[in-house]
């Protein structure tokens, strides 16, 4: 299955990339990010230092030392404002992580639940937002995706979603990629091609 939910730290994920939810000001404050660059140490602080602030849903990579990825993709997720419509930038940061995925040709990543820590987005409300943005990239892109969550709490909302999502790629995902494959073999056959 390319989309798997997972009660682990994401320090300790053997992927290609993981994601890093940062603070704007890369303050440290969050616990994930606080945890990746303990592990990554100096090395990881100065490429860090040396990309500047983000931008809310902005997302930018540095190299992983002394973790189990290559990359380390590090984004700005949105601080939770009942009075303002900050879903947007939340997708975003999703869907920028997967674009900077995409441009550095990973085949596997691990996100964290982006601002549902330190920065107060309700979990249930995190969860959904990144389960659609994660199935509506994999309806166009290939790539082995985890959403890691650290909590007892935020793992139990997942397993909520877990017979769903299964249920979307089955129909979904699966039955498209099915059918792709039968439009090939059929205008192969048009053109006689062995």
């Not at 931008?55 to 601080?79: C, D, E, F, R």
């Not at 549902?116 to 290939?142: C, D, H, M, T």
């Not at 979904?172 to 059918?179: A, C, E, I, M, S």
């Amino acid at each position: 299955m390319p989309y798997t939910i997972v009660r682990n730290d994401i320090v300790n994920m053997e992927v290609d990339a993981i994601v890093n939810s940062a603070g704007t000001r890369l303050s440290r404050i969050g616990g994930v990010e606080r945890s990746i660059l303990d592990i990554g140490g100096p090395i990881l602080r100065k490429e860090q230092f040396e990309f500047g602030e983000l931008i809310v849903g902005q997302a930018k990579y540095t190299s992983a030392p002394n973790l189990y990825a290559k990359y380390v993709i590090h984004v700005s997720g949105p601080i939770y404002d009942e009075s303002t419509n900050n879903e947007i930038d939340l997708r975003n940061s999703y869907r920028n992580s997967l674009n900077l995925a995409v441009d550095l040709e990973v085949e596997s990543i691990a996100f964290p639940l982006i601002s549902s820590g330190s920065y107060g987005y309700p979990k249930k409300r995190a969860l959904v937002v990144a389960q659609e943005e994660i199935l509506r990239f994999l309806e166009y892109n290939e790539m082995m995706i985890y959403l890691v969550v650290f909590d007892k709490s935020s793992f139990t909302i997942s397993k909520d979603f877990q017979k769903e999502i299964r249920q979307y790629i089955r129909t979904d995902y699966v039955v498209k990629r099915r059918n792709e494959v039968k439009n090939i073999n059929a205008r192969r056959d048009q053109m006689h091609v062995p």
